[in-house]
Structure formats: structure tokens, C-alpha cells
């Protein structure tokens, strides 16, 4: 029984391009920890969870929970995020948390938004080609529409100065989009991984999955 001790949590975001791990005690961010490269979640992710625990001093039994983005985004990363996050909480003593990732990049940009006067927040994230997943929230991130995968064109047809574009690919569609608005990493999980933690929005380890909203399509070498 853990008694007058901080709430712990470690996030992991392994959605999109940055390997990113953080941990928080009672809605505090303590570190994060991020590398800024493709393709290396399968031999860096695991490395950067056992790395950030142990230089802040963190046993799993200091562990009161585990986030992991959930989705949309690299089905590669996605796996590997899953499956070290599970991991960690085989045992049942470790909460598991899947975080909506279009959702928790909502979250973090909703004050932001209200300062911008706009009713609506649009989470972008690149797909493929001249694709990108979205999905509308309103300011209280009520869900607006289902995840839906939108060409450069659409986006920019269907969405006026009603909505903020936000996510890591919002500057694809507005090369003006503030900084702040493009930001996916640890610390974005976190936020909404703390509103779920204190609602009790667990899921069994041995049932959770990736939401990937579309079909995985293996990438084919043609012959030289």
C-alpha cells in the first residue's frame, strides 16, 4: 500500500518520428527525455525508459502508472510503444493508460486556443504522401468527428479561421502556425494521461492495441 506519496507516471510517445519518454509525480513534469531521429524506436525506446527511471532515481515500485500514445501514427512505433508499456505493467500492479494521441495534442493546445479566440481544435499528424490524420475537438475536447485521413486540399477547404490547426504537421498546412502548436512528444501524452489516471480511465494490459485507422501497407523494393 503506497501511502502520502506522489502520483508517478511514466509517458511514452512513439506515434511519430521522435522517440520521447517522460515522468511526472502529482501533475509535476520531473524529465523528459527525446531524440529527434526516424526510425530508431526499436533500438533506442527501451534504452530511454531504463535510462530516465534510473537518473531520477525511480524504481517500478515508484511506478503508479504507464501512458502510451495510442494513435494514429507509425505502425512500427506504435507496436514498440505497446508492447514495452505492457510490459511494464504485466503484472497488474502498474496501471496502463492508452492515450488518444489526435486527443492529448488537443489537451495541450486548448488553452492556446482559447487565447486565440477559436471554438474548435484540429489535430493533424502526417500519414502518408499528402495525407494527414485529423480529428475536430471543441474547447472542452469534446470529440467533433471521427479520425479521419484528409489530403492538403481538403484540410485547407473544410477548415477556416474557426479552427486551430495543431500537431506536428500543422505547419505542412500553415507555414505561419506558431511553434508552440506543433509540438508532440512525453509531456503531450502526459497531460491527458494525468485527467485519465485521476478518472481511473485504465485498461487491461492483455487487451489494449494500437489504434492504427488504416491498413498497414509494407514497403516493397523494386528490383534494381
Known amino acids: 500500500m503506497k501511502v502520502n506519496r506522489k502520483t508517478t507516471i511514466l509517458s511514452i510517445e512513439s506515434s511519430s518520428y521522435v522517440c520521447s519518454v517522460s515522468v511526472s509525480a502529482d501533475d509535476l513534469m520531473i524529465a523528459e527525455y527525446n531524440i529527434y531521429e526516424r526510425n530508431v524506436h ?28 495510442s494513435g494514429p501514427g507509425s505502425f512500427t512505433g506504435l507496436r514498440i510503444g505497446f508492447a514495452i508499456a505492457k510490459g511494464l505493467c504485466y503484472d497488474g500492479q502498474i496501471k496502463f493508460l492508452k492515450v488518444p494521441t ?25 500519414s502518408t504522401e499528402n495525407k494527414y490524420f485529423t ?10 468527428s471521427e479520425v479521419e ?34 509540438k508532440l512528444s512525453a509531456s503531450t501524452i502526459n497531460k491527458l494521461a494525468e485527467t485519465y489516471y485521476k478518472n481511473s480511465a485504465f485498461t487491461e494490459p492483455s487487451e489494449a492495441s494500437p489504434d492504427y485507422f488504416q491498413k498497414f501497407k509494407p514497403t516493397v523494393e523494386k528490383d534494381k
Open 42 to 69: 526499436d533500438r533506442l525506446l527501451a534504452n530511454l525508459v531504463k535510462r530516465i527511471l534510473e537518473d531520477n532515481e525511480i524504481g517500478m515500485d515508484d511506478l503508479d502508472a504507464v501512458a502510451v500514445s
Open 102 to 126: 489526435l486527443k492529448a495534442i488537443a489537451k495541450e493546445q486548448s488553452e492556446f486556443a482559447l487565447f486565440t479566440s477559436r471554438n474548435f481544435i484540429v489535430s493533424v499528424i502526417h
Open 135 to 144: 480529428q475536430i475537438f471543441d474547447l472542452r475536447l469534446d470529440e467533433q
Open 149 to 182: 485521413i484528409l489530403t492538403l486540399e481538403s484540410i485547407n477547404h473544410r477548415f477556416d479561421n474557426n479552427y486551430l490547426i495543431v500537431g506536428p504537421a500543422a505547419k505542412e498546412i500553415n507555414p505561419e502556425t506558431p511553434e508552440i502548436c506543433t
